[in-house]
């Protein structure tokens, strides 16, 4: 049974509490807790792809908090209202609270019944250090998975904050955030979760100094320069990610063109009966459909715009590095500086109006060429359906259709080729075999029906 929750108080002070003595009952924990745009969906993305080489590993990757990320724990912890532009898609079209209920019998279940051979248990939720921002609540997570777990180790990756507010721009339009770019006019007073130094401390106080095991994000500080890399290492997961896997490269941001047209189009939808929402998904497929046809460097600031943002986290920025990094020089590296023309060094990046046009033409072509390879392979499989059926002339007629949505997709030309190959056209399927030489040379159908057309000719009398 999950320990009862206690009372929401954000005013109250966490009781003083020993960790349990690790035994072989009891696996190690880690508890990934962010922050937000260090890389943290590429590692949930890694984590949630490879469950079942975890768990011959003998590590435990939880699937009942969310597919990669595990963003229902801290959710369970705080009050419905608190949970602000949360992501829809984990409510599985129920209310809030009975997701959340669900989720607790499901995590108590999966958690209670983990194999004997569990070795170490992974986390890993960014909205934990952006929901569970007092004591209390870090110490209703603690009481939640304690029970479940002997050593556990809190890990938070720390990223300059202008470079990190910059980073979460492109994200807070993907939840209809709508403002021009900028970097607030703020310090750690009204933008708390910069102050890393009460951060790290509030963690501390509910886990003990030993349990928490920051990071920073930066390439140099990281294994391979990668935080994937660096967390699995951390971790001492033995996994090998090749660099190019897809999974590695999530929740990027975008061109500045299509920054500008994510903005515009925010403001067009705010004139539409249904509005503008992060939960419409209207939006959210636009923003999708986006983030897929425009990745790119997002927005950055001037470097004396940022300059001037990041003085005002001075303090606390020297306070975690005595703390927490005494071996560093600073917390962070230096801020790049401008060219020495003046020139700044995020002027390639500068977000230009007048390329939202460009941006939306840009867009709009992505989108018509996936809907025709859409609707080509449902063509295709069509063709395949009836193929199966016996009935070659509907095939055919499939299969010619798919080729009007896409002139060269290979299955369709090569079904064809077939076709007109078993009514002794020779000719056509040749004709079918010359488009797929020229646009997919090596696709296996070109080579699969060169070798039968070679055959069929030295057939001939």
Not at 211 to 232: K, T
Not at 400 to 415: C, N, Y
């Amino acid at each position: 049974m999950l320990p009862p929750l206690r009372p929401f108080n954000a005013a109250s002070s966490a009781p003083s509490w020993d960790p349990p003595a690790s035994g072989p009952d009891r696996p190690e924990l880690i508890l990934h807790i962010g922050q937000s745009k260090t890389g943290t969906s590429s590692i949930q993305r890694v984590l949630g792809a490879r469950r079942a080489d975890l768990a011959a590993l003998g590590i435990c990757y939880p699937a009942s908090p969310g597919w990669a990320n595990h963003g229902m724990l801290p959710a369970s912890l705080v009050a419905p209202e608190a949970l602000g532009h949360f992501n829809p898609a984990l409510w599985d079209g129920m209310g809030a609270e009975a997701r959340l209920a669900r989720f607790r019998r499901e995590f108590a279940a999966e958690m209670g019944s983990l194999p004997d051979k569990t070795r170490l248990v992974i986390l890993s939720a960014e909205q934990c250090s952006g929901l569970l921002v007092t004591r209390d609540a870090i110490a209703r997570l603690r009481d939640l998975v304690a029970p479940y777990a002997g050593r556990i180790r809190v890990v938070m990756y720390l990223r300059r904050q202008d470079a990190h507010f910059a980073s979460g721009y492109t994200q807070a339009l993907r939840v209809a955030q709508i403002s021009p770019p900028g970097l607030p006019p703020y310090g750690p007073d009204r933008l708390p979760h910069y102050d890393y130094a009460t951060v790290l401390d509030d963690w501390a106080a509910i886990f003990g100094d030993a349990a928490i095991e920051p990071r920073i994000f930066e390439r140099a500080s990281m294994v391979n320069g990668d935080a994937v890399d660096d967390f699995l290492a951390l971790a001492g997961v033995p996994l090998v990610v090749p660099s190019d896997d897809q999974d590695r490269y999530s929740n990027l941001s975008v061109t500045p063109a299509a920054i500008e047209l994510m903005r515009r189009f925010g403001e067009a939808m705010r004139g539409t009966p249904e509005g503008l929402s992060a939960a419409s998904p209207l939006w959210r497929r636009f923003v999708a459909a986006v983030s897929d046809a425009m990745p790119g460097p997002g927005w950055k600031p001037a470097p004396a715009e940022a300059a001037a943002f990041l003085a005002r986290y001075a303090a606390v920025n020297e306070a975690t590095r005595r703390r927490w990094f005494p071996g560093r020089p600073s917390l962070f590296a230096e801020m790049p500086v401008g060219a020495p023309d003046g020139t700044s060094v995020a002027e390639s990046a500068a977000i230009d109006p007048d390329a939202a046009l460009d941006a939306a033409c840009t867009l709009l072509l992505h989108e018509l060429t996936s809907a025709a390879q859409r609707e080509a392979q449902l063509l295709v499989a069509q063709g395949r359906l009836l193929d199966r059926l016996g009935d070659e002339a509907a095939a055919a007629h499939a299969y010619r259709s798919a080729t009007h949505a896409v002139p060269d997709h290979p299955v369709a030309q090569a079904r064809l080729a077939d076709i007109a190959l078993a009514a002794g056209d020779v000719a056509a399927a040749e004709a079918h075999h010359a488009v797929l030489l020229r646009r997919h040379p090596d696709h296996p159908q070109t080579q699969r029906l060169g070798r039968l057309l070679a055959r069929t000719t030295a057939a001939r009398p």
